[in-house]
């Protein structure tokens, strides 16, 4: 099931949503029997990453581009999402996830893991962002002056409000941050909630995105080509039945032929072929040796390796292949004589 990324600037709502969203998914999964899908929610707040390491502000200019805590960070972020993710698992990621850079990362993992993704932004003004870091930052130094640390429980039960990002430190996130992209793969489809949006319009957001990544809208996802692990089963891939195909002409004609030369040797065609068997014909007068015969091997292999993709197409089947090998050799020995 597919990977949703939030995103947004910071102290912008994201949380709040992410929580909303989860308790939305958990009632539509919850209507199917037995449930079709698992739910998880992963951010920093799960992870136990403090905000401190997004803080570049001790760190040296010449280094922020390096930050070593950020990008530990991120690591860690990325195994528990690349633990859960597969085509039974929801996994709403909430938090920064404002380089694109990053979102891509994360839209390749879930490709090549066959499920859908899409983004959530969570549309805030730097105005109203900036205010609800302010806010807490007045309540972290009323909590300090009180005795108490964030994260501590109220006496009414509930959670103290998420830890505030000192101010040099929002600056700079905010002016880091880079804008999903409908136009991009990685950041589409792209859903959108601002502040002002009510329990309605939020709830109608996600109906589009339940249909858009788990209802009748998804789309069906296809790993790139370069990242499918291609299985080596009864027929194998094409490189592979090359190598196997030669590699048994070579033994026969090693097995049968004479000492004085001047063989034909009798190749059996592949299971599934019909006709005669294939005959190699080699020189009278001489032995073919091993090495001359590896080395012709090679020069056809290195002339086949483009039949990469046409294995399932059947022109560079396993009879294919040893009827053009076979006649590769009779060309090279009548050459050769």
């Not at 136009?183 to 601002?194: E, G, K």
Request: charged content about 30%.
């Amino acid at each position: 099931m597919p990977l949703i990324i939030v995103t947004g600037f910071p102290t912008s709502g994201k949380t709040t949503r992410a929580k909303q969203l989860h308790s939305y998914l958990t009632e539509r999964i919850q209507e199917s029997t037995p449930p079709k899908y698992r739910l998880h929610l992963i951010s920093d707040q799960t992870l136990s990453i403090p905000r401190s390491v997004y803080d570049l502000s001790a760190t040296p200019a010449h280094t922020r581009s390096a930050n070593a805590s950020e990008k530990d960070a991120r690591a860690s972020i990325y195994g528990a999402v690349k633990r859960v993710l597969s085509d039974r698992d929801i996994v709403i990621l909430d938090g920064l996830n404002y380089i694109k850079g990053w979102r891509y990362q994360l839209f390749c993992e879930s490709k090549a893991v066959r499920t859908p993704n899409c983004i959530l932004q969570i549309g805030c003004s730097k105005d109203k962002a900036k205010e609800v870091n302010e806010e807490r930052l007045r309540r972290r130094q009323q909590d300090g002056d009180n005795g108490t640390e964030a994260g501590d429980i109220k006496e009414d039960g509930k959670e103290e409000d998420e830890a505030a990002y000192e101010p040099a430190n929002w600056e700079n996130l905010v002016f880091r941050y880079e804008e999903p992209n409908a136009m991009t793969r990685w950041d589409s489809p792209l859903f959108t909630l601002i502040w002002e949006d009510n329990e309605a319009q939020t709830r109608q957001v996600f109906d589009s995105m339940w249909d858009a990544v788990a209802g009748e809208g998804r789309k069906i996802i296809k790993p790139n080509q370069a990242t499918v692990q291609r299985s080596r089963d009864s027929g194998g891939d094409y490189l592979y039945v090359l190598d196997r195909e030669t590699q048994e002409i070579v033994k026969r004609i090693l097995d049968q032929q004479g000492d004085d030369g001047g063989d034909d040797i009798s190749i059996p065609r592949g299971s599934g072929d019909d006709g005669e068997d294939l005959v190699v014909e080699l020189p009278a007068g001489r032995k073919i040796g091993l090495p001359q015969l590896q080395r012709l091997r090679r020069a056809y292999m290195g002339l086949h390796r483009g039949g990469i993709g046409l294995e399932s197409v059947g022109n560079m089947g396993t009879g294919r292949i040893q009827e053009t090998f076979v006649g590769y050799l009779n060309d090279a020995f009548e050459k050769d004589g």
